[in-house]
């Protein structure tokens, strides 16, 4: 089981991800479509080098097109490159591209869990993406997720039934201390992750909450272990 947090914006909340044990952090940058948190690459640079070798780096981009994302591998060179934009998705030229630009690169693939039409959906793109995430969606904000609410956890438990051992599937969507535990339990997830329910809002948006960072990993931890997961 593996636990990430999204969206960092400072090296002192990436260090807060890696004191915490978590194993991957994500920060969007580059792409210039209102993500919340988006930072500059030239930011997110900063804060990749700061944490290299500590933990791993998931770039989140949302596109227009493979065009926009190409830089943004080239510049940041994360370990993960996340597309969550509602009108370009990965395809398997994509992938061959962003490996060849980035050797070891993996692609994931966000899902919008709307209904059960998300389950052909993610097997469609797990046959060529290294890792999908499961995520809600708020029509108001650019790409899949940062929704800070759930969905229905039986959809994403099938995907993650009929993706076993091909495609490493990661559950998120209004996930923080208090219910990681019980999706974990219910879905059976490659990894979870938390974005709005590890953070704290601030008068220009919002911080991550080291506190929360760190019970959100334990308590999945012991969810995983308990499960033999």
Same mark, same amino acid.
């Given at each position: 089981?593996?636990?990430?947090?999204?969206?960092?914006?400072?090296?002192?909340? *990436?260090?807060? =991800?890696?004191?915490?044990?978590?194993?991957?952090?994500?920060?969007?940058?580059?792409?210039?479509?209102?993500?919340?948190?988006?930072?500059?690459?030239?930011?997110?640079?900063? $804060?990749? !080098?700061?944490?290299?070798?500590? $933990?791993?780096?998931? *770039?989140?981009?949302?596109? &227009?097109?493979?065009?926009?994302?190409?830089?943004? $591998?080239?510049?940041?060179?994360?370990?993960?490159?996340?597309?969550?934009?509602?009108?370009?998705?990965? !395809?398997?030229?994509?992938?061959?591209?962003?490996?060849?630009?980035?050797?070891?690169?993996?692609?994931?693939?966000?899902?919008?869990?709307?209904?059960?039409?998300?389950?052909?959906?993610?097997?469609?793109?797990?046959?060529?993406?290294? @890792?999908?995430?499961?995520?809600?969606? !708020?029509?108001?904000?650019?790409?899949?997720?940062?929704?800070?609410?759930?969905? !229905?956890?039986?959809?994403? @438990?099938?995907? =993650?039934?009929?993706? *076993?051992?091909?495609?490493?599937?990661?559950?998120?969507?209004?996930?923080?201390?208090?219910?990681?535990?019980?999706?974990?339990?219910?879905?059976?997830?490659?990894?979870?992750?938390?974005?709005?329910?590890?953070?704290?809002?601030?008068?220009?948006?919002?911080?991550? &909450?080291?506190?929360?960072?760190?019970?959100?990993?334990?308590?999945?931890?012991?969810? *995983?272990?308990?499960?033999?997961?």
């Amino acid at each position: 089981m593996i636990t990430q947090i999204y969206s960092i914006q400072t090296k002192e909340e *990436a260090l807060a =991800c890696v004191r915490a044990g978590a194993d991957y952090f994500g920060l969007a940058a580059g792409t210039g479509k209102g993500l919340p948190a988006e930072l500059t690459l030239p930011q997110a640079k900063e $804060i990749f !080098d700061a944490v290299e070798g500590k $933990i791993g780096r998931i *770039a989140i981009t949302v596109a &227009d097109g493979p065009q926009d994302i190409y830089p943004v $591998i080239e510049y940041l060179k994360p370990d993960v490159i996340h597309l969550c934009g509602n009108s370009y998705y990965a !395809d398997a030229e994509f992938v061959k591209k962003a490996k060849a630009l980035q050797p070891g690169i993996e692609v994931l693939q966000a899902i919008p869990v709307t209904g059960p039409q998300a389950v052909e959906e993610a097997v469609r793109c797990g046959a060529f993406c290294d @890792r999908l995430i499961l995520d809600s969606v !708020d029509p108001a904000i650019a790409g899949i997720g940062a929704a800070g609410v759930t969905h !229905d956890w039986a959809v994403s @438990r099938e995907i =993650c039934r009929r993706l *076993a051992g091909t495609c490493k599937v990661i559950l998120a969507g209004g996930l923080g201390p208090d219910n990681v535990a019980e999706a974990i339990r219910q879905v059976r997830p490659w990894g979870v992750d938390s974005f709005t329910r590890t953070s704290r809002k601030t008068p220009g948006g919002s911080q991550k &909450d080291p506190e929360l960072i760190r019970l959100f990993v334990e308590r999945a931890r012991q969810a *995983a272990g308990e499960l033999g997961l």
